[in-house]
């Protein structure tokens, strides 16, 4: 809503008042012409006559200086409304300028921390499809700035791109829980049952004619010596029987082998790719020594144990410092070419 100028207020105000004065003067004038005819003094009529325009023409004097002096504080005022508006427009634009500065400030800043965030997440977790991720939303950022030179920045962080898709990913929350399962289901295996078949006796031949004495004292010999020797069973260089353990030590062989499994749930955590082979090692060799090779259980854990054994969670991590550095050095060159100005 605009405002109306105070000059133009006075003018209005001055106008009306001359107005005013110009209406009673022309009563007055008529008032004395009334007077003048009743009376016989036209002298007296004539001077005031006169005394009156005397008094206008003084009047359209200080209204002609009046609007004089209005006209001289308009262009004054015109001139300071100019030179206002000039101050305000450069005012603006130096705003507009450091605003859009400062815009480009902030979106550096953004970058440079997910490239900071995305470096952590290679060096201390190891992770390189949420460095990947990070990369990419930094990528996008830049991309999407208007006004933003940044080529040397952008392929910095290509190059970083190609070497984390080059890293074969590693599905550390999909062994974890598969380790899990297993864990779960230590309790269900069946322990080993010990089977022991005495040697069969060949079957003696049937003598179809008549034996001779002598060869009757050699059967019964025979006979008797077959019998003696089956009550003693000789074994040399063949597998060792594992007894049966009792409850207690039962019960402890099975702690043990959930130890072994969290120990390599650790070590996948920990990418320690040692730790975690040898503890999937000695799980297996368990297995295979006090548990029913026969049952379902037993043939479905040893073959998921040897399939992640084969898993190198161990990963060499590339190098992706060099986006850093790059965004760091621009960041460093925008501040440098504010300061300059």
Do not use: C
Not at 65 to 80: D, F, I, P, R, Y
Not at 246 to 269: D, F, G
Request: net charge negative.
């Amino acid at each position: 809503m605009s405002q109306q100028q105070p000059g133009g207020k006075a003018v209005a105000i001055l106008a009306i008042f001359l107005s005013l004065s110009a209406i009673g003067i022309g009563s007055y004038a008529t008032f004395m012409f009334i007077n003048l005819e009743n009376s016989d003094s036209a002298d007296a009529f004539t001077a005031q006559l006169a005394q009156v325009r005397r008094e206008l023409a003084s009047g359209t004097d200080a209204l002609a200086g009046v609007s004089n002096q209005l006209e001289t504080l308009q262009e004054k005022q015109s001139a300071a409304l100019a030179s206002l508006k000039a101050n305000l427009e450069s005012r603006i634009a130096d705003l507009e300028s450091r605003s859009s500065a400062t815009s480009q400030d902030w979106i550096i800043a953004e970058v440079e921390y997910l490239l900071r965030i995305a470096n952590q997440r290679i060096l201390m977790e190891q992770d390189p499809r949420g460095a990947l991720a990070l990369f990419r939303a930094a990528d996008t950022i830049i991309a999407d700035t208007q006004g933003l030179t940044a080529f040397s920045l952008r392929e910095a962080m290509a190059e970083d791109i190609a070497k984390l898709e080059a890293v074969e990913m590693l599905d550390k929350e999909g062994i974890y829980l598969r380790l899990s399962a297993f864990v779960s289901q230590v309790s269900e295996l069946k322990q080993r049952e010990l089977l022991y078949s005495p040697p069969s006796e060949e079957d003696a031949p049937v003598n179809q004619g008549e034996s001779t004495l002598i060869e009757g004292i050699t059967s019964f010999i025979a006979k008797t010596g077959n019998r003696i020797t089956s009550l003693i069973d000789y074994r040399r260089n063949e597998v060792e029987i594992t007894p049966i353990l009792p409850p207690e030590e039962e019960y402890y062989l099975r702690q043990n082998l959930l130890l072994k499994l969290q120990m390599a749930q650790i070590a996948l955590l920990d990418r320690d790719g040692e730790i975690f082979v040898v503890s999937l090692r000695e799980s297996i060799s368990w297995i295979n020594k006090y548990f029913d090779p026969s049952h379902a259980a037993t043939t479905a854990m040893r073959a998921g144990l040897m399939e992640l054994m084969a898993i190198d969670v161990q990963q060499v991590m590339p190098d992706v410092g060099a986006s850093l550095r790059e965004v760091r050095l621009l960041s460093a060159g925008l501040q440098q070419a504010k300061d300059d100005q």
